[in-house]
């Protein structure tokens, strides 16, 4: 198993996109952050510090969930506790997201976007459950590299036991999203929801109508109308439910 985790982390060093100097996390309202990002399920989280891989502000809950003391716990329980046989896809996902974020995004961007996939990982009771990670980088150093990262871990078992082997980038602050992105170098077909078809699918997941959608958000039913279909096409779902379903496993809402 050390030979597949060396692995891993070797997909950050080789990347060259760690920070080579210490950088300083902003003051954030946790309470906050976290509610705005979080999908239905057990979850917990933790900041990683890319120049020295050291872990800060790791949530109580990291207990009930894997068994670790949020005090003691390392980068390395972490990692060990992925399945053996999803060590390989988690390399690719993170090789990618790098790749992505750098030559799609740009490292002026990187700060506005949140990085999504899924692997299975042990649990307190010694079984593998499904988890959903996300990641935010808080931080970059001066040339544009990884400093520090919000990742949140959610429980997704009892949404689904299959991993789609796909990572999601979700723009935040009006960024656009690229969704379903395979793990191939060239990325093979993603989709792109914008700013306003986002809003629109979180309207959805909160059970609005068209036309209370139409008036939060200041626009014609018609246009709502019109969104929503482009999203429909989009997704691939046939009904608002399959929908919300696959934009929570995504991390888009």
Same mark, same amino acid.
């Given at each position: ?8 982390? =070797? ?13 300083? *996390? ?12 979080? %999908? ?6 933790? @900041? ?13 809950? $990291?207990?009930? @969930?894997? +068994? ?5 716990? &390392? ?26 974020? /750098? #030559?799609?995004?740009?490292?002026? =961007? ?7 996939? %899924?692997?299975?990982?042990?649990? #307190?009771?010694?079984? /593998? ?9 808080? &931080? ?6 990884? +400093?520090? %990262?919000?990742?949140?871990? &959610? ?11 796909? @990572? %999601? ?28 078809? $986002?809003?629109?699918?979180? !309207? ?8 209370? @959608? ?8 018609? &246009?709502?109308? #019109? ?8 997704? +691939? !779902? ?5 929908? $919300?379903?696959?934009?929570? *496993?995504?991390? *888009? $809402?």
């Amino acid at each position: 198993m050390s030979n597949e985790i060396n692995k891993l982390k =070797n997909v950050w060093d080789e990347g060259k996109k760690t920070a080579i100097q210490n950088t300083i *996390l902003p003051k954030l309202d946790f309470e906050e952050l976290i509610s705005s990002i979080i %999908s239905v399920g057990p979850f917990y989280y933790y @900041i990683i510090d890319f120049f020295d891989m050291s872990l800060s502000n790791v949530s109580p809950s $990291i207990y009930d @969930i894997h +068994g670790f003391d949020p005090d003691t716990v &390392t980068f390395d329980d972490i990692l060990r506790s992925i399945h053996p046989d999803d060590i390989e896809f988690v390399s690719q996902a993170e090789a990618a997201n790098i790749d992505f974020l /750098y #030559k799609n995004i740009g490292k002026e =961007n990187i700060l506005n976007y949140k990085t999504n996939f %899924s692997f299975r990982s042990r649990m #307190k009771n010694g079984n /593998y459950e499904l988890l959903n990670h996300q990641a935010i980088i808080l &931080t970059v150093d001066e040339s544009g590299r990884f +400093g520090k %990262s919000l990742n949140i871990h &959610t429980c997704i078992d009892h949404l689904t036991k299959i991993n789609s082997n796909q @990572i %999601s980038l979700i723009g935040l602050n009006g960024f656009p999203s690229y969704m379903n992105i395979d793990i191939v170098p060239n990325f093979g077909h993603y989709i792109t929801y914008t700013k306003r078809e $986002i809003e629109i699918i979180k !309207c959805i997941s909160e059970g609005y109508s068209n036309k209370k @959608i139409a008036e939060k958000l200041h626009i014609s039913e018609g &246009t709502v109308k #019109k969104h929503r279909n482009n999203i429909s096409k989009k997704s +691939g !779902c046939k009904n608002s439910v399959e929908l $919300i379903k696959k934009s929570i *496993l995504q991390g *888009l $809402i």
